[in-house]
T-cell receptor, first 111, second 113 residues
Framework: DGGITQSPKYLFRKEGQNVTLSCEQN?????MYWYRQDPGQGLRLIYY???????QKGDIAEGYSVSREKKESFPLTVTSAQKNPTAFYLC??????????FGSGTRLTVV | GNSVTQMEGPVTLSEEAFLTINCTYT??????LFWYVQYPGEGLQLLLK?????DKGSNKGFEATYRKETTSFHLEKGSVQVSDSAVYFC????????????FGKGTMLLVSP
């Protein structure tokens, strides 16, 4: 995964429960991103952060929250306000004009 | 705003056939363009890129040329293999550096022996 690690690989959430997805990188990059992938929908941006202690909402931020207390870590919390959380979640880091490097993803399922 | 449009799949080919996956884009300025590939259950991997008009990106037998006049970045491969079966995403970045990527919806490629 080129130095970017997502965990867990599979996650199950009960109705009304908050869950947190981990994203860690050791490539010393400033910019980190969270995307959601649904079948036939491509990737949609949830949140991104370009520097520690700062982050911006993407296109579908409602029902999600993030923090960026350390450069290496950008966890995503899926809150109970997200009514349709079942999806594949991808974390990425930016490498300037060379595009992104992605983690291997977390598949979240509501049970 | 920025947008990327890809041909819908699945694209089904026999091994050694010629592949084209169409991609067109709408963007302000001079975007960088990318193709990513996703194998089942995995994250996306960068396949190739082009950062300015008329650039050709290439990797693993795949090629795409940045055509500003037609706002296109079509992916081609002369002879596909079964191992090329995956989902392919076209994407653009409207600045170098740390801007967000805009993705197309992806095109599934299925190659049979």
């Amino acid at each position: 995964d080129g130095g970017i690690t997502q965990s867990p690989k599979y996650l199950f959430r009960k109705e009304g429960q908050n869950v947190t997805l981990s994203c860690e990188q050791n490539l010393n990059h400033d910019a980190m991103y969270w995307y959601r992938q649904d079948p036939g929908q491509g990737l949609r941006l949830i949140y991104y952060s370009q520097i520690v202690n700062d982050f911006q909402k993407g296109d579908i931020a409602e029902g999600y929250s993030v923090s960026r207390e350390k450069k290496e870590s950008f966890p995503l919390t899926v809150t109970s306000a997200q009514k349709n959380p079942t999806a594949f979640y991808l974390c990425a880091i930016a490498q300037g004009p060379y595009g992104y490097t992605f983690g291997s993803g977390t598949r979240l399922t509501v049970v | 705003g920025n947008s990327v449009t890809q041909m819908e799949g699945p694209v089904t080919l026999s091994e050694e056939a010629f592949l084209t996956i169409n991609c067109t884009y709408t963007a302000t300025g001079y975007p960088s363009l990318f193709w990513y590939v996703q194998y089942p259950g995995e994250g996306l991997q960068l396949l190739l890129k082009a950062t300015k008009a008329d650039d050709k990106g290439s990797n693993k037998g795949f090629e795409a040329t940045y055509r500003k006049e037609t706002t296109s970045f079509h992916l081609e491969k002369g002879s596909v293999q079964v191992s090329d079966s995956a989902v392919y995403f076209c994407a653009l970045s409207d600045q170098s550096g740390y801007s967000t990527l805009t993705f197309g919806k992806g095109t599934m490629l299925l190659v049979s022996p």
